[in-house]
């Protein structure tokens, strides 16, 4: 089965309970929340204390996207915050396995990122390790940027890369997915769509997530 992960970097801040709610009643099955750093990525947004106030108003998993220069001490505390999968860049973790392990050690889903310009190569001593690996297809920072197309060629290897190791690891695709290019994404492999500004960007979210769903289940 696959799932929607909304992002709520592109809801309306000022309204994010009602947002949250509606993307729930809607048919959300996760909620995606990007955390930035201002180093890592050339943007900030919130910190544990934000996914804690979220915790309290959904039931939906929470997906967390670490774009930090540093995940490991943050790590407990995202998690305490009510984080189900943490998911930490490659480009930042020298000791990937060390950052998973912790992760599993506070009782998070373990999922590792790779930006647009990551090889699959790098994931070759960490498959095994991790719950789902996630391709960024935009440089990550901002939402409502446009699908890098040779991210659907790197999602079809990195299925055939699980698929050759007969592993249980999920794809999860962030950064400029939309309803036009979702069956591509997903008959490519992917599991999990991350959709910021092509959900919260259109004025009924209902008929946005069946639109999405519809062709999610179309491949
Ligand atoms: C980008 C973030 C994405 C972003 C996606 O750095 O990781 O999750 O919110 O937004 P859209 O779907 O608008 O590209
Ligand atoms: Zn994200």
Known sequence: MKRLAPSLLSADFGR??????????AGADYLHIDVMDGHFVPNITFGPTMV???????????DVHLMIQNPDPFVPAFAEAGADILAVHLEVCPHLNRTVNLIREHAAVPAVV?????????????????????????NPGFGGQKFIPNSIQKIKDL???????????????DGGVTPDNVEAVCRAGADVIVAGSAVFKTADYRETIRIFREKMGNC
Do not use: G, H, Y
């Open 16 to 25: 994010l309970k009602e947002e949250i709610q509606a993307v729930e009643a």
């Open 52 to 62: 804690e106030a979220i915790r309290k108003i959904s039931c939906l998993p929470l």
């Open 114 to 138: 790779l930006n647009p310009s990551a090889s699959l190569f790098l994931l070759d001593q960490i498959l095994e390790d991790v719950d789902m690996v996630m391709l960024m297809s935009v």
């Open 159 to 173: 299925k055939a890369m699980i698929t050759a190791r007969d592993l249980n690891v999920d794809i999860e695709v």
